[in-house]
């Protein structure tokens, strides 16, 4: 097998290893340091000595023994007079019928974090990744990355949270919270820009792989399939939506071809079946509009009616500023951009729009679209000089530079 | 989102400072103390640090290819950058909650500031 190959199936394998540890001991901080000791011995074995027969069962044997070494350390640590740190319990041995996959993704996405530690700690503790991959995909020290996840275990076991179900009351509110992350993680990869990429894992295969973990456990769940199938047709069209120096591609201007056909096929599959069988939600809206755009062969066959009346039905389930200028900007395709320009006017007096750099954009480029090159220019300026994005800046500043006026 | 919270120095908050009595001057230590570890717990804080005197501040110069030294910031400069905090937090709003909390934030020395960020939406 290849690292690459092992380092897949360690991925796969991690929270199948961890959950039976923390069932059996208890103590999700230790164990998951374990978990990820016993991860990087593998790692640096198997491509060389060969995957065992039974990866899982190793892997559970190693971590074992590792915590069990942790426990006794910080037991004689902590009671250094007393003579309890012979009482470590025995090996454990795995449990074949439980899958605690959901109860990991529960424990990490934990109300007592920060998203950025629910983010760290669940690449680390489901996602099986290293906190020096987690460090290079997203820009930070390895040392940040390492103590947000010990700061995070730590905080999970003040909280005194519990390794099982939450009761039923709990539970939607809990999964929508893991949903947050998943999704977080998804947009951190799909708005990377191309040229840092190297060496870094590739945060939308990741967040795509934990959702469709999740989905095993949760098959019946609307909101799961529908960030699923936002994801994959999303990231159907992360080859077209950057040129090779890194620039920004607007949807519009895409070369359709280079979309990955198959991901949009299974996306779009996936979310009409959804659509359905189970009750409306957010994220599955979403995926309906992302199947609309996926389905036309050129911009200029966008559904732009249903488009809006998606965003119509997405205003009400779940308002938000985002959600408003992409209403808007489907209310200018359909009833033209003075309509559109009217409305985007109005929906700035939300406070949460006032200034916002992307009320600019839209207004610029809708400017553009009504034939006033001049104030289109203006704004995208504007907008150019309060984005927070380098590429979105250069973007910007390009459909500026291409509204100046020649002589 | 990353922001940096960048905390000034002045002649007249020196001078208040060096003024303060020895207790009160630990206050102040222990507000910085708190700041960071609260930040370190929650997992925002990337890196903080202090700057050295000022006085130790070197200017580079390169004209023609050589590169020219002198010592000290601008004479005119009047508020100079102490230190800072890189934080990753969820908005400005929490950002800013942190700021408020330096205690130059008294004197007014205190900024936030939004990072530039690599990542970009397509549009």
């Known amino acids: ?407 | 989102m990353k922001y940096v919270i960048l905390i000034y120095n002045n002649p007249a908050a020196r001078e208040v400072w060096l003024g303060l009595p020895a207790a009160q001057r630990a206050e102040g230590l222990a507000v910085y103390a708190a700041l960071r570890e609260d930040l370190a717990a929650s997992g925002e804080l990337i890196v903080s640090e202090a700057l050295a005197d000022h006085s130790l501040t070197k200017r580079v110069a390169v004209r023609e290819g050589m590169t020219l030294v002198t010592d000290g910031p601008f004479a005119e400069v009047k508020e100079l950058l102490a230190g800072f905090f890189l934080v990753e937090c969820e908005s400005m709003q929490r950002a800013i909650e942190y700021a408020a909390r330096v205690p130059e934030a008294g004197f007014g020395l205190v900024e936030v500031r939004p990072i530039m960020d690599l990542s970009g939406f397509e549009m």
């Open chain 1, 1 to 407: 097998m290849s690292t690459g190959q092992v380092e897949d199936l360690l991925r796969q394998l991690a929270p199948q290893v961890l959950g039976p540890l923390v069932r059996k001991y208890g103590g999700f901080d230790t164990c998951e340091d374990a978990v990820q000791e016993a991860l990087l011995a593998a790692a640096l074995q198997w491509p060389t000595e060969g995957v065992p027969a039974n990866p899982k069962g190793w892997l559970i044997t190693v971590a074992s023994r590792r915590r069990t070494e942790l426990w006794r350390n910080e037991s004689a640590r902590r009671r250094r007079e007393t003579a309890d740190a012979a009482l470590a319990p025995a090996e454990v041995e795995p449990t074949p019928d439980v899958d605690d996959t959901l109860n990991l993704f529960l424990m990490c996405c934990h109300a007592s974090l920060t998203s950025v530690s629910q983010v760290a700690l669940t690449l680390r503790a489901v996602g099986g990744l290293s906190t020096a991959e987690i460090a290079r995909a997203f820009l930070v020290p390895e040392a940040t990355v390492a103590q947000r996840i010990s700061r995070a275990k730590q905080r999970i076991r003040a909280s005194g949270a519990e390794f099982r179900m939450p009761p039923e009351a709990e539970r939607a509110a809990r999964i929508q919270a893991v949903l947050e992350v998943l999704y977080l993680i998804f947009n951190e990869g799909y708005t990377a820009s191309s040229g840092s990429t190297l060496h870094r894992v590739e945060l939308t295969t990741e967040a795509i792989r934990l959702t469709r973990q999740l989905r095993e456990q949760l098959p019946a769940d609307g909101e799961v399939a529908g960030l699923l199938a936002l994801m994959l047709l999303t990231d159907a069209r992360r080859p077209a939506r950057t040129r090779p120096d890194g620039a920004l591609v607007p949807l519009a201007e895409q070369d359709r071809r280079k979309w990955d056909a198959r991901a949009i096929a299974e996306g779009v599959s996936l979310i009409t079946d959804t659509l359905g069988s189970a009750p409306i939600g957010p994220y599955q809206l979403q995926a309906a509009i992302a199947a609309v755009h996926a389905e036309a062969a050129r911009a200029d066959d966008t559904d732009w009616p249903q488009i809006l009346a998606l965003y119509r039905l997405l205003s009400s389930l779940a308002p938000g500023p985002m959600v408003t200028l992409n209403r808007i900007v489907a209310v200018a395709m359909v009833d033209g951009p003075r309509t559109g320009l009217h409305q985007l006017a109005a929906a700035e007096a939300d406070p949460a729009l006032a200034g916002h750099h992307r009320v600019d954009a839209v207004r610029a480029h809708l400017l553009e679209l009504a034939g006033d090159p001049e104030a289109a220019r203006a704004c995208y300026q504007l907008a150019a000089r309060r984005t927070l994005n380098i590429p979105e800046q250069r973007y910007l500043e390009a459909r500026a530079e291409q509204l100046a006026p020649r002589d």
